[in-house]
């Protein structure tokens, strides 16, 4: 697994010649098909080559930016790996991590996209190959959302990649992607398109749309599994929404379709949800902020537009004192003023007109939105007085670490923006003004995405590899929010109930550990400490396969043992048969779901009748 095994030269051979194989079948079996299909969506493609490209300027300096947290996230993928190499799948706790206690990162915080790199690294690939690999599919991944949910709400395939573009090079998205490495939350970040494709098809007045409900479910589902703040923060942003448009959300078919999305996506996701809150309810762990204050991290409003910013973001807190060129490059660049300014006049030129009424409506709410997002996270925002009248509120707020983290919100919002702003452009002006629209924003988008770019890759520190896993990876895991309190990971002797307990040899291979005991006949209240932590699931053996009482009060997997027991304890981590009905569950919705999407793409494409079978 160092860079240079067999299994790595096949992969590399493979893709390789994969590529090859599949140019030459197109060219030579199917090329007519695929020049009609270059030269009607040329524009599309020219769009997303381009975004996709700028997006991934910083991995083309020949090694991996340091971001503030893509060291905890690549022991994420390697923790991942060693725990399907020791036959642990799901990895809910991951073994060999803090030193060789388990991590409950499996449990705690989404990791569905991960096991795409964990297995390239089994096959031999390095960290920094399969997180370059992992962030190209993520990028790629993002823009064909983003595309595909605003060609369905603006019915317009050029000014969906142009909004989709728009939302791939966002600044706050590559300082996610880049400066903090927050792959959890820039993952998340790529269902939000979806989400909003959702709510507009529940509450858009089109009676035949009856898919808005799964698109929110499937946009909630993704972001379920790849982040849990960025998950309750998008509850928040939708229950937001429903309070504003409560006359709407009272109606029956939207609250129908509001329920329907609520249980699709709890079967969609209860692999994860039933986990987390089934281990939530222990309470060993402390998932708290680590800065509190949520007022000493607003932005200022001359942030969001700035052109000049850090872009390595040695500093991720700021305050009314500290200097703007410290923090983070919380901006969206003067390429949003300008978009809000179009808004606004064509919001007030047009204002009263009959023609294009409905569309200026539209671009009113996500102007509204847009705006609105921006205000909870600015330094306007009265969290101070929150925190002094109403604490409980503020320790709400507190869980979200930084204010600032919203900003992706507005990130998906503003792409939603700029498609209003065509159709009621083209509905005022007409096509050529469009045309113009979109290569103005074109243009400032890009440019300051390559600013940024530019500026970080020449500033930030970059290595072939991420982390020294071998040496120090295993406990680099940021603030440890789910290891269990009190429970220091450094001690890794056996522990017992008194010296006149014996402990023989111990073998450890994952989660797993055993150890030959010997409890004397006297000796009541025995007990031998195993150094793991006790998450929910441990379970003892001994020799014959009898199960043994385990202990959990302690934080640590403590094994209670008769008086005059003698001969191997064995312990090993077993998920609860309930943990694995909800795996099912969700597999099967899954399936059911992927099934009914290949037959309706079949039957399109096939130009066969979706509705008759023989």
């Known amino acids: 697994l160092n860079g240079t095994s067999a299994a790595r ?26 020049s009609a299909f270059l030269k009607a969506h040329a524009f599309v493609v020219v769009v997303f080559s381009a975004a996709l490209f700028i997006a991934q300027m910083p991995l083309m300096t020949g090694g991996i930016p340091e971001g503030l947290d893509t060291d905890f996230h690549a022991v994420r993928i390697w923790g991942i790996a060693q725990s399907l190499r020791d036959g642990y799948f799901p990895a809910k706790v991951q073994s060999g991590l803090q030193n060789g206690y388990g991590y409950a990162t499996g449990i705690f915080y989404g990791d569905v996209f991960l096991y795409f790199p964990a297995l390239l690294y089994l096959g031999g690939l390095t960290i920094a190959e399969v997180y370059s690999i992992f962030v190209f599919g993520m990028n790629l991944l993002t823009l064909f959302i983003a595309y595909y949910s605003f060609n369905r709400i603006g019915k317009n395939r050029r000014e969906a990649a142009v909004a989709a573009a728009i939302f791939e090079v966002s600044l706050y998205r590559l300082v996610t992607l880049y400066t903090r490495g927050a792959v959890g939350e820039w993952s998340a970040v790529a269902f939000y ?11 858009t007045e089109e009676e035949q749309k009856k898919k808005g409900w799964l698109f929110l479910a499937i946009g909630m589902s993704g972001v379920m599994a790849s982040h849990v ?30 329920l329907k999305s609520v249980l699709a996506t709890v079967l969609l996701s209860a692999y994860f949800i039933v986990p987390f809150l089934d281990s939530f309810r222990d309470g060993y762990v402390h998932l708290v902020s680590q800065y509190g204050n949520e007022s000493l991290h607003g932005v200022f409003l001359n942030q969001l537009f700035a052109t000049n910013f850090h872009t390595t973001g040695d500093e991720i807190m700021n305050n009314a004192i500290s200097p703007m060129h410290l ?103 007409g096509s050529k003004w469009v045309q113009g629209t979109i290569l103005l924003f074109l243009f400032l988008f890009c440019y300051q995405a390559v600013n940024y770019n530019s500026d970080y890759s020449n500033h930030a520190e970059t290595g072939k590899e991420i982390v020294d ?88 997997v403590r094994v209670l043992l008769p008086a005059g027991f003698t001969g191997p304890v064995h312990i090993d981590f077993v998920q609860p048969w309930y943990w694995r009905a909800a795996q099912l569950l969700s597999l099967l919705f899954w399936g059911m779901l992927v099934y009914e999407g290949i037959r309706i793409t079949f039957c399109r494409y096939g130009k066969r009748s979706c509705f008759h079978t023989r």
């Open 229 to 258: 703040l960025a998950t309750v923060m998008s509850v928040c942003v939708l229950l937001v929404f429903f309070l504003l448009a409560i006359r709407k959300t009272l109606t029956k078919r939207v609250l129908l379709s509001i």
């Open 469 to 556: 896993i071998s040496r120090t990876g295993a406990m680099k895991l940021g603030y440890a929010e789910y290891a269990i309190v009190g429970v220091n990971p450094l001690e890794s002797d056996l522990k017992t109930s008194a010296p006149q307990v014996q402990i023989g040899s111990l073998f450890q291979k994952g989660l797993s550990a055993t150890a030959e005991v010997d409890v004397p006949k006297e000796e009541k209240g025995a007990f031998v400490e195993f150094p793991r932590y006790a998450y929910r699931g441990y379970h003892a053996w001994d020799a014959r396969g009898k199960e043994l009482a385990v202990d959990r009060s302690t934080g640590k």
């Open 327 to 429: 923090e983070l490059p919380l901006t969206f660049g003067p390429a949003t003023g300008v978009l809000f300014l179009i808004a606004i006049y064509l919001l007030l030129r047009l204002r009263g007109e009959d023609r294009g009424k409905k569309k200026r409506r539209l671009l009113f709410i996500a102007f509204g939105l847009t705006a609105l997002s921006i205000f909870f996270y600015s330094s306007l925002f009265p969290y101070a007085r929150i925190e002094e009248h109403l604490p409980l509120v503020a320790a709400f707020f507190d869980l979200f670490q930084f204010a600032w983290r919203l900003m992706s919100w507005t990130a998906a919002l503003l792409g939603l923006l700029f498609l209003f702003v065509l159709q009621v452009v083209r509905e005022g002006k």
């Open 193 to 203: 398109p979806l989400i909003l494709l959702g709510v507009y098809e529940i509450y």
């Open 9 to 34: 030269l096949f992969l590399r051979l493979f893709a390789v010649f994969f590529g090859i194989d599949l140019v030459l079948f197109l060219y030579l079996f199917d090329r007519e098909k695929v």
